[in-house]
């Protein structure tokens, strides 16, 4: 064989080994996204929220979200909307840190960050997460699943729906109006008596 082919040869098979690794170092940095919850949203029966001292509890009675501990308040279904298609559908991609000594680093340890619970019908918790708020990126935050020691950058704020105080769930019932003339044709029948 021509010693030009064959150092042309070995040329060739340098570049495919070069890109391989080259391949094969990228597919390691890549970001992947993986979502929050994975179940389904029906299953979805009680959400415990704490941060700290402060803790809330949503449940639902049968198709009305209701808050534990308080039946002066009603549960705004914009939040409860907000809360399925923002935080349960979103996703963490890029992985921080694995070292469970770092927790505090990202505001996601027992203490410093914000505690999610998803509960089904049974009392079963089908979801855990620690969020914590990056002090880099207000568009983004750590987030780690159960006890697991990784902690990951989702891919949008999810802290901002998500709160401990019932009147960011609740709102005071409005009271029920009753139109004038309806009301004026009441009068009128109880004064015929």
Same mark, same amino acid.
């Given at each position: 064989?021509? !010693? +030009? ?40 029966? !009680? ?17 009305? =979200? ?12 914009? !939040? ?5 298609? +923002? ?9 921080? #840190?694995? *070292?469970?000594?770092? =927790? ?29 708020? #990056?002090?880099?990126? =207000?568009?983004? +935050? ?12 989702? *891919?949008? #704020? ?10 960011? =769930? ?15 044709? !009441?009068?009128?029948?109880?004064? +015929?008596?």
């Amino acid at each position: 064989m021509d !010693k +030009n082919i064959q150092n042309g040869l070995i040329f060739i098979i340098i570049l495919f080994i070069l890109a391989g690794i080259k391949l094969n170092s990228d597919s390691k940095h890549a970001t992947t996204l993986n979502t929050l919850y994975t179940g389904k949203i029906e299953d979805v029966h !009680k959400i415990l929220i704490q941060e700290g001292q402060d803790a809330i509890e949503l449940y639902k009675d049968n198709e009305t =979200w209701k808050i534990a501990g308080n039946d002066t308040l009603e549960v705004r279904e914009n !939040k409860i909307s907000n809360f399925f298609d +923002n935080v349960l559908t979103a996703g963490s991609e890029t992985l921080v #840190s694995n *070292n469970s000594e770092k =927790w505090d680093t990202f505001s996601v340890g027992d203490s410093t960050g914000m505690h999610l619970a998803i509960i089904n019908n049974e009392d079963v918790t089908i979801g855990y997460y620690v969020f914590g708020r #990056s002090k880099k990126d =207000w568009s983004h +935050n750590y987030v780690r699943y159960d006890n697991k020691p990784e902690v990951y950058l989702t *891919n949008t #704020s999810i802290i901002h729906h998500i709160n401990t105080r019932d009147v960011f =769930w609740g709102e005071i019932p409005k009271p029920i109006e009753i139109p004038q003339d309806s009301l004026n044709s !009441k009068l009128d029948t109880l004064n +015929n008596f």
